[in-house]
């Protein structure tokens, strides 16, 4: 029997294990049952929380719904922190490593403050064809690939179909990418939608999405920090940064975390 904790960030929910002890090895199809809103407990991914390998406090390993590891997730990391709190006591400011670099995370109450990886890749208004139709976007690398589309309204967008074209779109393969829709909301606030890798469907929120669209609405409507970002879930999180010509440091994200239920599972 496997234990588990189940949580959501701003609606992004996830399965939590304490694997510090390193018994628990879990295949591909075991990640897709344990994900399965039908016949599992439910989740958009499962969070290991693991012994470091060097001078940081933990390591994290997330895997996607449909089994595949990634290399970061910003929603998934906020539960992580308050995990470690209540597992393994840690408080405060707490450090893990995982493949994107090593994040850190300040916990206040239901709130965890993430001191992000220094996004890469910022490249603006590329035109990408699609279904006919030549598409201007943007991209940033906020610790896994993201393409940002402002839109007139999000509502309208049929985020499925629309999100699943430019993921799999050849321009970047091999991994794909994640893809965010985002309306002005006022001078420093905007709505997000995302089609979220690995999930392949839209989701309440992606953290590292919420940290890209941010960013690039900052750099394109030549704004400041911080920028509120309404989660489709409801819940709205906060993107620090500094900007100096486009290279962006010091990149926070502020949001929840909340713990659902716990259980034990087979697997």
Do not use: W
């Not at 239901?110 to 699609?130: A, C, G, K, S, W």
């Not at 290279?247 to 659902?260: I, W």
């Amino acid at each position: 029997m496997l234990r588990f904790t189940k949580m959501n960030g701003a609606g992004n929910d996830f399965v939590l294990i304490d694997n510090r002890g390193g018994g628990v090895h879990l295949n591909r199809s075991q990640i897709v049952l344990l994900c399965d809103r039908h016949r599992g407990i439910g989740a958009d991914g499962v969070l290991l929380l693991e012994k470091a390998s060097n001078h940081v406090d933990f390591r994290m390993r997330y895997f996607n719904a449909d089994g595949g590891e990634a290399e970061m997730c910003g929603n998934g990391a906020r539960c992580f922190a308050r995990f470690a709190n209540k597992v393994a006591g840690a408080e405060g400011k707490i450090s893990f490593e995982t493949p994107a670099g090593v994040i850190s995370a300040e916990l206040a109450g239901d709130l965890v403050t993430l001191q992000m990886t220094e996004p890469t890749d910022l490249r603006l208004n590329i035109t990408l064809p699609v279904a006919n139709e030549d598409k201007s976007v943007h991209f940033i690398n906020s610790g896994v690939p993201h393409v940002v589309i402002p839109v007139s309204r999000i509502d309208d967008v049929d985020v499925r179909r629309e999100g699943s074209a430019i993921r799999y779109h050849k321009m970047f393969l091999p991994k794909g990418t994640n893809v965010n829709f985002i309306e002005k909301r006022g001078p420093k606030k905007i709505a997000v939608r995302t089609y979220e890798r690995g999930v392949e469907g839209e989701t309440l929120a992606c953290g590292t999405g919420v940290v890209a669209s941010g960013l690039i609405f900052a750099v394109t409507e030549n704004t400041g920090s911080p920028i509120i970002v309404i989660a489709r879930g409801g819940d709205e999180l906060q993107v620090g940064f500094e900007n100096i010509d486009n290279q962006f440091r010091n990149v926070t994200l502020t949001g929840p975390a909340e713990f659902v239920f716990e259980g034990t599972v087979e697997v």
